[in-house]
């Protein structure tokens, strides 16, 4: 089965750093471009970071970029996210999700267009 599983999520006080991970199985993870996005509540899911297939080519949401950091493991079929300086309007569910097709990405914002999720991993930030 395709399956990407997150996880290290928490309740963090402001300031601090969380790493989220997303474990990928069942497909090919060097073909795909990656994502992660998060769900506040009483508010849709947002995009929040992308990667491609190596690494080499990165991007975040305004409100995050600076203090996250997307990165791969393609050895490992591993996904995270390095997020510091945390702030409470950072607390929501993040899923990981994959691009929809190997190889080639585009609208890396919208969420149609990735077809693999992982369940989410709560991220709470609060004092």
């Known amino acids: 089965d395709v399956q990407l599983q997150a996880s290290g999520g928490g309740l963090v006080q402001p300031g601090e750093s969380l790493r989220l991970s997303c474990a990928a199985s069942?497909?090919?993870?060097?073909?795909?471009?990656m994502s992660w996005f998060r769900e506040a509540p009483g508010k849709g899911r947002e995009w929040v970071s992308y990667?491609?297939?190596?690494?080499?080519?990165?991007s975040y949401a305004d409100s995050v970029n600076g203090r996250f950091t997307i990165s791969r493991n393609n050895a490992k079929g591993v996904l995270y996210l390095q997020m510091n300086n945390l702030k409470p309007e950072d607390t929501a569910v993040y899923f990981c999700?994959?691009?929809?097709?190997?190889?080639?990405?585009?609208?890396?914002?919208?969420?149609?267009?990735?077809?693999?999720w992982g369940q989410g991993t709560q991220v709470t930030v609060s004092s």
């Open positions: 069942g497909f090919s993870f060097t073909d795909y471009d």
């Open positions: 999700a994959r691009y929809r097709q190997p190889l080639i990405a585009a609208q890396i914002t919208s969420l149609d267009q990735y077809n693999v």
């Open positions: 990667i491609n297939v190596d690494g080499t080519s990165t």
